[in-house]
């Protein structure tokens, strides 16, 4: 399967797994699932840790790499794919997960409801 995490899910995944649902888990550790991190959650993560809204490992992003997520960059065709978007919601960095899922064909795992509303495929973490 072909997953992209929202930033929640990441953070999850990476420091509290029990608040992942069981099948969630099992996904993301299947050896034939393409579990990918998008520049933009990481880009969310260090704006909140800059203010203070998150507390985290300055490293966290080390252990997304010894646990093997592949690394999703921010295209220009996945910002041009933003602008097709419904204005559903404002999040910047939800829309561009969306976008890059739409684009590459992922399935994005959250549980943002918003996200539903946009014509994405969606996994229930």
């Known amino acids: 399967m072909r997953l992209l995490l929202d930033t929640h899910v990441l953070l999850w995944s990476l420091f509290d797994e029990s608040l992942l649902s069981p099948a ?3 996904l993301l550790k299947d050896p034939d699932s393409l579990v990918m991190v998008s520049a933009v959650s990481a880009w969310e993560i260090s704006i909140k840790q800059s203010i203070g809204k998150l507390r985290i490992p300055q490293h966290w992003y080390e252990v ?5 997520y592949t690394p999703l960059t921010i295209r220009v065709d996945h910002a041009l794919e933003v602008g097709n978007l419904p204005n559903l919601h404002k999040d910047p960095f939800d829309r561009m997960l969306v976008a890059q899922a739409r684009v590459e ?3 994005i ?3 943002d409801e918003r996200l539903r509303r946009y014509s994405v495929d969606i996994l229930a973490a």
């Open 24 to 26: 969630t888990i099992r």
């Open 105 to 107: 064909g992922l399935k």
């Open 109 to 111: 795992v959250t549980r």
């Open 64 to 68: 997304v790499e010894e646990i093997g």
